[in-house]
């Protein structure tokens, strides 16, 4: 178990161009989540994959961000015609998938993003 | 309304004291989960501890215990024998059953003192 990691960890770029994010999750956690934390502020939800199917999407999501789990183990978070108010620590986390309340989640390093 | 409320934005204490981290809830679910991470500077989040909301006994890990009062919707964080490597971010998030997302509070800054 390698824990969770993410790809790249820090990204600077012009804006309006895209970007894309890789996560790896813990190999047997079928639950992947994004978030997105801003400097001072918890991480903010942005969507959920079980398996490869995305069941809930933030309304923080606008049309420009798009997310994928193609075959229900790596992610890729896009952003598209990147702004500077998309400029945040974006963060992948993993668990397993449990009936109960209780599956804590594993996070990823995280991938800086600054939109200059 | 907000989910999670943190109100402490940052606390100190001093070395081998203990210190509580306060966490109120909202939801109106029977069944959720409450769970403490920490943040260090490095940016990786770390998982602490885990309380379920039928759980009658407090959870318990080590140097962290959650006080967990559930008719006033708190589950405070306690870390107990406070040490230099504590200093750190800590977020109080909660996980309702019906709902795949968990929610993060705003966080509090603990600085421990030498």
């Known amino acids: 178990d390698t824990g969770v990691s993410q790809d790249p960890r820090h990204k600077i770029t012009k804006r309006g161009q895209n970007v894309t994010f890789r996560c790896d999750p813990i190999s047997e956690h079928n639950r992947l989540y994004w978030y997105r934390q801003t400097l001072g502020q918890g991480p903010e939800f942005l969507t959920y994959?079980?398996?490869?199917?995305?069941?809930?999407k933030s309304r923080l999501l606008s049309d420009r961000f798009s997310a994928e789990r193609p075959k229900g183990s790596f992610s890729t978070l896009e952003i598209q015609r990147t702004e500077q108010g998309d400029s945040a620590m974006y963060l992948c986390?993993?668990?397993?998938?449990?009936?109960?309340?209780?599956?804590?989640?594993?996070f990823g390093p995280g991938t800086r993003l600054t939109v200059t | 309304a907000q989910k999670i409320t943190q109100t402490q934005p940052g606390m100190f204490v001093q070395e081998k004291e203990a210190v509580t981290l306060d966490c109120t809830y909202d939801t109106s679910d029977q069944s959720y989960g409450l769970f403490w991470y920490k943040q260090p500077s490095s940016g990786e989040m770390i998982f602490l501890i885990y309380q379920g909301s039928y759980d009658e006994q407090n959870a318990t890990e080590g140097r962290y215990s959650l006080n967990f009062q559930k008719a006033r919707k708190s589950a405070n964080l306690v870390i107990s024998a406070s040490q230099l490597g504590d200093s750190a971010m800590y977020f109080c998030?909660?996980?309702?059953?019906?709902?795949?997302?968990?929610?993060f509070g705003s966080g509090t800054k603990l600085n421990v003192k030498p």
């Open positions: 994959f079980q398996n490869e199917a995305q069941l809930e």
């Open positions: 986390a993993s668990s397993r998938t449990s009936g109960t309340s209780g599956t804590e989640q594993y």
């Open positions: 998030a909660m996980r309702e059953v019906n709902f795949n997302k968990f929610y």
